[in-house]
């Protein structure tokens, strides 16, 4: 945890409740173990969608399709989500959850493969990406970002403080631990230090990143 678990609690008892569908699958994933986002994370996107207003939003890291529905739920009407994931055993929810939903394009896939495709494809262009996925891929993501975020569009990564882990040594990391580290500060290094960004880093939920391009 990276904020005090008292402001923690007392900032989430702050938030309104969720629509009763996505309070139920939130329940769900909580329950069966499935990392979703935080509360404190979901309020902060609410704000995040009510500024910027995106028509095209591009989401690398489904799961069971939570964080795509609520991105939908709190988005304008008629916005278009496209979201990616591969493990099945979490796309066997994601198909449920996020059938019926027209402006939801749910594809299925590694996502280095299916970003390198939007690259070759000129097309596949968005104004609001939201990051959450496999965090020791985050550097290579970012180079096929950078080609599909339209000028002036917004990326959001979740989880970048890996439980504050992130400010430590690598040294006081477990060995397991070390790759994620060591590609999460580079990836951070490079968010804050490109001429193509404006990044802030945040300790709302795990940590979040938000980078406007320029």
Do not use: C
């Not at 309070?23 to 969608?49: H, T």
């Not at 994931?85 to 939903?101: I, P, Q, S, T």
């Not at 494809?121 to 975020?149: C, N, V, W």
């Amino acid at each position: 945890m990276i904020v005090n678990e008292h402001i923690e609690g007392y900032i989430d008892s702050l938030i309104p409740d969720l629509p009763e569908d996505l309070s139920k699958l939130e329940e769900w994933a909580l329950e069966n173990g499935v990392p979703i986002i935080r509360k404190s994370m979901q309020q902060f996107l609410k704000v995040l969608l009510a500024e910027k207003s995106p028509q095209r939003i591009l989401e690398i890291g489904t799961a069971i399709g939570f964080s795509t529905l609520f991105l939908e739920r709190f988005s304008k009407p008629g916005t278009q989500i496209t979201t990616i994931e591969k493990v099945e055993m979490r796309l066997k929810e994601a198909r449920k959850n996020l059938a019926g939903h027209d402006n939801i394009r749910l594809i299925e896939g590694d996502a280095l493969t299916v970003l390198e495709n939007m690259v070759s494809d000129h097309t596949e262009r968005y104004d609001f990406i939201f990051l959450d996925a496999a965090k020791g891929q985050y550097p290579e993501f970012l180079k096929s970002i950078r080609m599909i975020l339209k000028n002036g569009g917004m990326l959001v990564t979740d989880n970048v403080l890996l439980e504050g882990s992130i400010a430590e040594s690598k040294f006081s990391i477990e060995r397991r631990d070390r790759t994620i580290h060591k590609r999460m500060r580079e990836f951070l290094y490079e968010l804050t230090h490109s001429e193509d960004f404006e990044t802030t880093v945040l300790p709302v939920g795990d940590g979040v990143a938000v980078s406007y391009k320029l």
